[in-house]
Structure formats: C-alpha cells, structure tokens
C-alpha cells in the first residue's frame, strides 16, 4: 500500500493550496480518507474526512475555508484548501482508513502560509 501526498508549498495569506493524495494497494473506492496536519511543536491533528460514500467532515478551524473530494476513479483524494491563514501552516499527511483493515498514512507534504 502506497499513499502519495502533493501539492504542499509556499503561499501568501488569503491564498489557496489543492493537496492531492494518491493511493495503490487498496481498494479505493471502499476506504476513507482523512487529512491530518502537524505544526512544529505540535501534535498531529484531524483536519477533515471522508467516507467511502461520500460523506465529509471537518474541524471546527477549518470549516468554510477547506473542501474534501475524492475521486475513485483516479485512487485519489484532494484537499482544497482556500483563505490560508499562517495558523495553517503544517505538515499535512492523508491516512487511508480500508474496512476492516489497518490504517495507513502518507509521507505528508508541506504547508507554507505566509504572513
């Protein structure tokens, strides 16, 4: 199983990222995705989830500002992250939830928001 996060980088406050997180080695379509970011000093956190049907959920931080899509036909998941705010700033890594199964987690990509 190979998880596969992108899109980290650099950005202005106000600005917008799309992470991406690609997986093989599972069968996609039945598993859930979560996004979780770690700043520096911090714990690893929940940002937001989606189920194999579709259903999403975010933290309270980042609700109204973050959308979470997936797309099953490419073993993919997205993150598209809007008004970034330097609190934003982290490592951001997917975990794949199958059924039934282990979990398993991503390399994590950076985030960079400036001020």
């Known amino acids: 199983v190979q998880l596969q996060a992108s899109g980290g980088g650099l950005v202005q406050a106000g600005g917008s990222l799309r992470l991406a997180c690609a997986a093989s080695g599972i069968t996609f379509s039945s598993t859930a995705i979560g996004w979780f970011r770690q700043a520096p000093g911090n714990q690893r956190a929940w940002v937001a989830g989606?189920?194999?049907?579709?259903?999403?959920n975010y933290a309270g931080s980042v609700k109204g500002r973050f959308a979470i899509s997936r797309d099953n036909a490419k073993n993919t998941a997205s993150l598209q992250m809007n008004s970034l705010t330097p609190e934003d700033t982290a490592v951001y890594y997917c975990?794949?939830?199958?059924?039934?199964?282990?979990?398993?987690w991503g390399q994590g990509t950076l985030v960079t928001v400036s001020s």
């Open positions: 989606i189920t194999s049907g579709g259903s999403t």
């Open positions: 975990k794949a939830q199958p059924p039934n199964g282990r979990a398993y």
